[in-house]
Each structure stands twice: as structure tokens, then as C-alpha cells.
């Protein structure tokens, strides 16, 4: 029989709890962006709070980004948005010291591009559609140094997170922008682009050249398989890339 004693989470203090509290109320009021937020008298009366208290409580939500304070004529406290740039840097924050692999990553890019892929076929615009053709074409000759080389890797993965940017499952785009971004902070960090590997970037502008193709005439059959196809030998050879640059170090 097992006698530990249960954990148990940890206290919250009264800010955070009254933070949460005017979270749960903007939600329950369908508060939007830009909405003023009422005055510190009234928020004081509204939970029963003291005034240090509510200060603070609003000094988390501004720290999370959920809500602004503007000062001089027409100020106060409003409604604010997380930038996905914002919410993104946080989230990489929790993953800097855990060492994910190129596997991690492309674990999660196998299993969800596709998906998404096929979601957007014959749904992106001209312009959308010749955006992702211009990412693609930088990497359709070989680089003349290492220089151009980090640029091109940098490239093949904005085009996926360009893509992201226009999925319909919001925040399905956001994961998938998330691990490409990741990818390509790996990618630059660990010097993951030398030596150059030519079969990658053949490959991979081939696959997003197909890709764009399947989604410009609206087949998402199409797009699913190339995008499956894509991850697959992506991870294969950065795979390599990254067992290249391990054994490099450990020589070194």
C-alpha cells in the first residue's frame, strides 16, 4: 500500500485569484479587444477587493498581455490581445532548456501539416499563392555560401508558416507556425544548414512547388499526400543533418 500523501497544488495568491476572477467576468460580459475595462473604484466593489489587491491583480493581466493601461485624456484600463509573436516567444521560453530533437518536432509536423495542407486547398488567394511561390523560388538554386544557405533554410520554413497563418482551425495554424519557427531557431543555433546539403533543398522546394500546384486547383487529397511525403523525407535528412553536426561536436 502506497502511503504518500497526495500533492497539492499550490496556493494561489489573492491577486492572481481576483485576476482570474476579471478574466472569467470580460469573458462572461463578451468583452472584445479595446473595450474599456471599469474603473478601479467600481472593480473594488464589483470583488470585494482592496484597493492594493486590484492593482496588483491588474498588473498580472497586464503583464499577460490581456489588458492595457493608457494614461492622459480618455485612458484606463481596456481589453488587450496576446500577438501570436508574443504568445509563440513564451511558449519556446518553456521549451529553451529541453533539448527537443529534429524527431520531436517533425513528430508533431507529420502528424498535423497534412491535415492542414488539405484544409487549405482551393481556399488560398492569387496573391496568397504567388507569396508562398516567391518563399519557394529562394530556394530553387543552389546557395553560394553558408550565408545563403541559413537564409534558404530560413525561407523553406517561413513558407510553412505562412501557410499556418491562413488555416481555417486557428489554433491549428498556431501550432504548426509555432514548430516551424522552433524548427528554424534550431536550425540557425545549432548550425543545423552546414555542410550544405543539396538533396534537402532539391527536395523540399520540389515537394512545395507540387504543394502549391495541388492547392491552387483546389485538391486536398493531393495536397495531404504531399505534404506527408514532404515531412517524411525532411525529417530523414535533417535527421542526418542533425547526427552530422552531433559527431562533429563530440570530435571537436
Request: with cysteine; glycine share 8%.
Amino acid at each position: 500500500m502506497n502511503d504518500a500523501t497526495p500533492s497539492r497544488p499550490p496556493r494561489r495568491s489573492r491577486p492572481v485569484k481576483v485576476a482570474e476572477a476579471i478574466k472569467d467576468w470580460v469573458v462572461s460580459k463578451g468583452l472584445k479587444t479595446g473595450d474599456r475595462l471599469p474603473g478601479e473604484a467600481d472593480l473594488m466593489a464589483r470583488f470585494g477587493m482592496a484597493k492594493s489587491t486590484i492593482r496588483e491583480a491588474m498588473r498580472i493581466l497586464e503583464a499577460q498581455g490581456l489588458i492595457e493601461t493608457r494614461t492622459g485624456p480618455g485612458g484606463g484600463s481596456f481589453v488587450g490581445r496576446v500577438s501570436t509573436g508574443r504568445a509563440r516567444a513564451l511558449l519556446a521560453n518553456y521549451f529553451y532548456f529541453r533539448g527537443l530533437t529534429i524527431g520531436d518536432i517533425y513528430q508533431m509536423r507529420r502528424a498535423l501539416e497534412p491535415v492542414m495542407a488539405e484544409d487549405l486547398a482551393g481556399r488560398l488567394t492569387p496573391a496568397q499563392l504567388d507569396e508562398l511561390r516567391a518563399l519557394a523560388d529562394a530556394c530553387a538554386e543552389p546557395a553560394t555560401d553558408l550565408d545563403e544557405e541559413r537564409a534558404q533554410h530560413v525561407a523553406s520554413l517561413r513558407f510553412h508558416a505562412r501557410l499556418a497563418e491562413h488555416a481555417g482551425n486557428e489554433l491549428l495554424g498556431f501550432v504548426v507556425g509555432f514548430m516551424a519557427e522552433v524548427l528554424s531557431d534550431i536550425t540557425v543555433s545549432r548550425e543545423l544548414f552546414a555542410p550544405p546539403n543539396p538533396e534537402l533543398r532539391r527536395t523540399g522546394h520540389a515537394y512545395q512547388i507540387e504543394l502549391i500546384a495541388a492547392l491552387a486547383r483546389g485538391d486536398g487529397p493531393a495536397a495531404r499526400r504531399v505534404m506527408a511525403a514532404h515531412m517524411e523525407t525532411a525529417q530523414r535528412l535533417m535527421e542526418g543533418q542533425e547526427a552530422r553536426v552531433l559527431s562533429r561536436f563530440i570530435e571537436g
